[in-house]
Each structure stands twice: as structure tokens, then as C-alpha cells.
């Protein structure tokens, strides 16, 4: 959450903090700001709240001159998102600025202390008391004020300091993400890999603890105590256009319609020779375990949901899915048996980064499945399994969602060979059909104008109703969480045996209702669910395959999907419901790449 971009070279620093800015604009974007240092007595700010558009603006009347620059996009935690609670935040005598993501957790008592020092605070934010805490600290070193400033301060954070009477750029790291690009007599910091891309694939990743003096040639490691470190330079291999939009009107369309390539990339050499097995590169020994533990938030949750289901069928292995918020402060109990697998686009997110602390601390072997390398999962992880989605720039999860549905189907073929729970006929079938999800997505793509008009139909209802069973209960839980996060229409998910339980009394004839009927061993059952809800005055809007006639009877609406087999049916079935939340979100004029209140990864818990 937020956004951090620096740099010092020879460049316009304005120009690459804004273009990195605009990169990492999906980290938060309550309010966005920029500082920067040329040859005056002091720095130069502006800062807006709202959007960076609105900066962007405001930098037009007021273009702010200078080789090194920091700026930050902001998702509010302490202040409300105003001009004032904007980064960068400044000294009385705009000398020294700092921007900060993350939360200061002592900030209340640190703040008391410095006020009764003489310090006058003009913001509501936790970050203001790192600037003044590294006044009272600096006497002229500004490293060495910096390192004394935190050693005063808890919390997780990741942060950027510049100052007018020094040439550098002072970064660093406790928890939230932080990477250093390099350059040719120029140097770069920020929150993610996006905002470097245009600029240079050379890039070190700070770890927590860490310090960087970022010089225009030279960047020096460190720990907090000031004892130097190492650090490996990483070379990136995504290329600056798969950050771009590429022609689409949004990032998330553009996401959407990536996705057949996505899934030849996860599953990219990883299907051997013979058709019946996975050559997955990890060190973990399948018959080392008896119990499988998923564990991830929001939409990696669900495709854990579905991992649940692929593990216990293909591989025959007791596995739960839990969610990593909840994950520690239920004290699960586990042991060297169980292989807890953690699911993460950005290895960032702190609930599923804490989740996987407690199954290390309990001894449990570890896996993740990651798309972003480098990331703070990636490096306390045992094993990690990528899913090569390449940079996921919208907000609404949809290709890295796709591309974890293909890591679990070849983790749990990979477990079921290796234990053989899983027959020579049984491998070939699943691996034949997931070499044809490519293009079966594809077609289920096609569908869009349908899906387009389904959309106009009922953008301006209140309220949704997913439906799905077994393998596809998480897919409907998907499909509504994406209607959910950009449409703000209120979207719930039930397993379709549950309606009439309780959830069928809110039925009537203003009620959309999705309904994933595709081939399945539940089909008849679902069938009957479904004239249940429709026997209510119910809208049904089927998902169904081709061939099947008697879903128009039950139906207002179908959209057709390729068949596939049932175990692989969640990653051609979700396509459609993507499409469906995207088109309701864009004819109702929404923001569909930055909805309100969301940031892309969440680093506070
Ligand atoms: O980076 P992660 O995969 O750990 O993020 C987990 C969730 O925060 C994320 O999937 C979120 O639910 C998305 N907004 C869903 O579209």
C-alpha cells in the first residue's frame, strides 16, 4: 500500500518520479505528492489529494526543477487523505522531507514527546513524527540521524528521505516492500518493480532491516546500525510494454485478454515429455507430507479455495484453506507433516506473510505460490512455485487469479504422480485438457459483447447472487468479489445446495442471479437448484456449455463456455464472470483499474 518512487541522476527528477508514480498508481491513490531538490536553499514540494491526475495538474502551473526527486501516491491510514496528511512531509524549514509506507506504531507517544520538545506538527499522520524525530537527531549526518531516528520507532514501514544539503537519497526498509534500481550514473527507488521498468532490469531488493545511501553513482548497503550488507542484483525479465495498457481502454480489460498467454507461461515447460507428468523445480519431497494447508487473502484466497479441491481430488491429500487473516490468531495446529502453501500476486500482503511465519514457527514445510520475485514471501518461503503472470497493474485481480488456478492444477498432479494416487490414463486426460485452456479461454473471451449487454441489463441493480458447486463454489465467490471490488454493486456467493438454507428468502424479481451450470457431477442437482430460485421470480443468468439445451428453459440469460473437464472448468468458467464485472463497472462510468477504497497490495494488516 503506497506508492514510493525516488531518483538522482542526470535526468529531470520530476518527470521519472511522476512516470514511476503513475506506474505504482494502483498502490493507493488518495493523494499523491513530490518533492524535489535543485540548487535553492530549500526543497520544492506539491501534493494534492485525489488522484495523481491532479498533481499531475498542478505540476503543470508549478513544474518543480531538480536532478533528485521522491514522490509517493498515497492509500490512507492516519489523517484523512487532504492535502496536508499528503507525502511528502516536510521540516519548518524545508530542509529535510520524508515519505513513508506503512504504519508508525508508537507513533502516539513519540509525537507527545517531540511536541513537549518544541515541535509543532501540522498533519495528522504517523509518518510526520519520523520528520521530526530525524531533526532532533541530525547534526549534520544525515545517515547517521536517520539510523537514530528509527531506532526510536516501531512499526512496518518503508521510507525515503532527501535533504538539500545532501546528495543522496536515504531509503529504508522494516516489512514493506523496497527495491533500488540501477542505473548508468543514476539511481532509482521504489515500492515495485512497474515503476523502474522503463528505466533499467538492474535492480537489488532491500530486505527488512535494511538501509541504502542512493547516490547519483553509487548506492551503499547497510543495517540500521550502520554495519554494511550485501545484496544480490537481480536482472527483471518483464519487459516496460507489459506495464503499458497496450491500446486497451484499462489495465484490467488488457488483463483479462492476456490470460491464454499467461497460462502458456505458468505452465511453460513444466508438463514433461510424456504426458503424464509435472517437472515442477522444487525441493519439497511429496511423501513427506499427510496434510495440506492453503492459506491467502481475497482472490488468492479463492484460488486456494480451488487448490483445496484439486489436492484432495487428484492427490488425495487431507487439505483446508484458511484465510491468512485469520490464519495466526486462530493457533492452528501444525506440525513437519503438513505443507502449508501460501498464495501471493505480490508476496507483499502482511496477512499472508504473517501466515506464513506461524506454519515456520510451528515447523510446517512451506510453499508459495508467488507472481512478483523478490518479493518478502518469496525470501522466508522453503519453495516457491512462479506463476509468470508478468507485472498485474489492475487492481481487480484477473490474470494472476488464472495463473494460480494453473499452479494448483499442476501442484496437485505434480503431489498425486509423485504419491501415486494419480493413474497414467487420469495425468494424460488432465494434462491434455490443460494444454487446451489456452484457447478454450480464449473462446469464453469471445463471449464479451453478450456478456457486454447481460451488463447494461442489470448495472443499476443493488444486489447480485452467485452460484456455484464443488470445484465452482469458488469460482462463483470470484465472480462476485470482482463485481463487488469495482461495480460496488453488492455481490454475494453461496454454494448453490446452500440457497435453500436461508439465502432463497432473499429472492424476487429484482434479483440477478448467476449461476455456474457448466458439466459437472452436480449438474442435475444444480439444475434443481436453480428451478427453485427461478419458481421465486429469480433472474437466471446460466453459465453453461454448448451443448446443453435445456439451460435456456430455466434461464433468462445464458453465456455459453467451452467445455472442459470438470477439474479444470474454474479457469475457463471465471473469464466470463471477469468480463461480466468489467463491463457493469465501465457502463456504469467507474474508476475499473483504481476502485475507491482498494489498493493492489496490502501491507497493513
Ligand atoms: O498480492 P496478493 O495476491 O497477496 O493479494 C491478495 C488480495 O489482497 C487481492 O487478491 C485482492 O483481493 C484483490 N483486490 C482482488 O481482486
Known amino acids: 500500500m503506497c506508492g514510493i518512487v525516488g531518483y538522482i541522476g542526470h535526468r529531470e ?285 481475497g482472490t488468492a484466497y479463492y484460488s486456494g479455495a480451488v487448490g483445496e479441491y484439486l489436492i484432495e481430488q487428484v492427490a488425495k491429500i487431507p487439505t483446508e484453506i484458511e484465510l491468512a487473516s485469520e490464519f495466526r490468531y486462530r493457533k492452528p495446529i501444525l506440525d513437519e507433516n503438513t505443507l502449508c502453501i501460501v498464495v501471493s500476486q505480490s508476496g507483499e500482503t502482511i496477512d499472508t506473510l504473517e501466515a506464513l511465519r506461524e506454519a515456520k514457527r510451528q515447523g510446517a514445510k512451506t510453499l508459495a505460490i508467488l507472481n512478483v520475485k523478490g518479493s518478502s514471501i518469496s525470501r522466508e518461503v522453503d519453495d516457491s512455485l512462479y506463476i509468470h503472470a508478468g507485472p498485474e497493474i489492475g487492481v481487480a485481480s484477473t490474470k494472476a487469479y488464472m495463473a494460480m488456478l494453473a499452479a494448483f492444477e499442476l501442484i496437485a498432479i505434480w503431489l498425486g504422480r509423485a504419491r501415486a494416487e494419480l493413474s497414467d490414463s487420469v495425468a494424460s486426460e488432465l494434462i491434455q485438457a490443460l494444454r487446451s485452456t489456452p484457447g478454450l479461454v480464449e473462446h469464453a473471451l469471445e463471449e464479451r459483447e453478450h456478456i457486454a449487454q447481460i451488463a447494461e441489463q442489470f448495472k443499476d441493480k443493488r444486489d447480485y447472487l452467485f452460484l456455484g458447486r464443488g470445484i465452482n463454489f469458488p469460482t462463483a465467490l470470484e465472480g462476485a468479489l470482482k463485481l463487488k471490488e469495482i461495480s460496488y454493486i453488492h455481490a454475494e456467493a453461496y454454494a448453490t445446495g446452500e440457497m435453500k438454507h436461508g439465502p432463497i428468502a432473499l429472492i424476487d424479481e429484482n434479483m440477478p442471479i448467476v449461476a455456474i451450470a457448466t458439466a459437472s457431477e452436480l449438474y442435475e442437482k444444480t439444475i434443481s437448484n436453480i428451478q427453485e430460485v427461478k419458481a421465486r421470480d429469480g433472474i437466471i443468468i446460466s453459465l453453461a456449455n454448448p451443448d446443453d439445451e435445456q439451460i435456456a428453459i430455466h434461464s433468462d440469460h445464458v453465456i455459453r463456455v467451452p467445455k472442459v473437464h470438470e477439474l479444470i472448468s474454474p479457469m475457463i468458467n471465471v473469464a466470463s464472470l471477469q468480463l461480466l464485472a468489467y463491463e457493469t463497472a465501465h457502463r456504469l462510468e467507474l474508476d475499473v483499474d483504481q476502485p475507491r477504497n482498494l489498493a493492489k497490495s496490502v501491507t497493513v494488516e
Do not use: C
Not at 68 to 93: F, Y
Not at 109 to 120: E, F, M, R, T, W
Not at 165 to 192: L, Q, W
Open 13 to 297: 527528477a520530476a518527470d521519472v518520479v511522476v512516470d514511476g508514480l503513475t506506474r505504482l498508481e494502483y498502490r493507493g491513490y488518495d493523494s499523491a505528492g513530490i518533492v524535489t531538490a535543485d540548487s535553492q536553499a530549500q526543497l520544492e514540494v506539491v501534493k494534492r489529494a485525489g488522484k495523481l491526475s491532479i498533481l499531475k495538474e498542478a505540476l503543470k502551473t508549478n513544474p518543480l526543477k531538480g536532478n533528485i526527486g521522491i514522490g509517493h501516491t498515497r492509500w490512507a491510514t492516519h489523517g484523512k487523505p487532504n492535502d496536508v496528511n499528503s507525502h511528502p512531509h516536510l521540516s519548518e524549514d524545508s530542509k529535510l522531507a520524508v515519505i513513508h509506507n506503512g504504519i508508525i506504531e508508537n507513533y502516539m507517544p513519540l509525537k507527545a514527546k517531540l511536541i513537549s520538545n518544541g515541535h509543532d506538527f501540522v498533519s495528522d499522520t504517523d509518518t510526520e513524527v519520523i520528520v521530526h524525530l530525524i531533526e532532533e537527531h541530525y547534526q549534520g549526518d544525515l545517515v547517521e540521524a536517520v539510523q537514530n531516528a528509527l531506532k526510536e520507532v516501531t512499526g512496518a514501514y518503508a521510507l525515503v528521505v532527501s535533504h538539500i544539503d545532501h546528495e543522496v537519497i536515504v531509503a529504508a526498509r522494516a516489512t514493506s516492500p523496497m527495491v533500488i534500481g540501477i542505473g548508468e550514473n543514476e539511481n532509482f527507488v521504489a515500492s515495485d518493480v512497474p515503476a523502474l521498468l522503463p528505466y533499467t532490469r538492474k535492480v537489488i531488493f532491500l530486505h527488512d532491516g535494511d538501509m541504502a545511501l542512493i547516490k547519483k553513482a553509487s548506492i551503499e548497503l547497510s543495517d540500521f546500525d550502520g554495519n554494511i550488507v550485501e545484496r544480490e542484483i537481480s536482472t527483471i525479465d518483464w519487459d516496460a510494454e507489459a506495464a503499458e495498457k497496450s491500446g486497451y481502454e484499462h489495465y484490467m480489460l488488457k488483463e483479462i485478454y492476456e490470460q491464454p498467454t499467461v497460462l502458456q507461461n505458468t505452465f511453460g515447460g513444466r508438463f514433461a515429455a510424456n504426458g503424464m507428468d509435472v517437472e515442477l523445480d522444487l525441493g519439497l519431497d511429496p511423501n513427506s507430507i499427510n496434510r495440506v494447508v492453503i492459506t491467502a487473502a
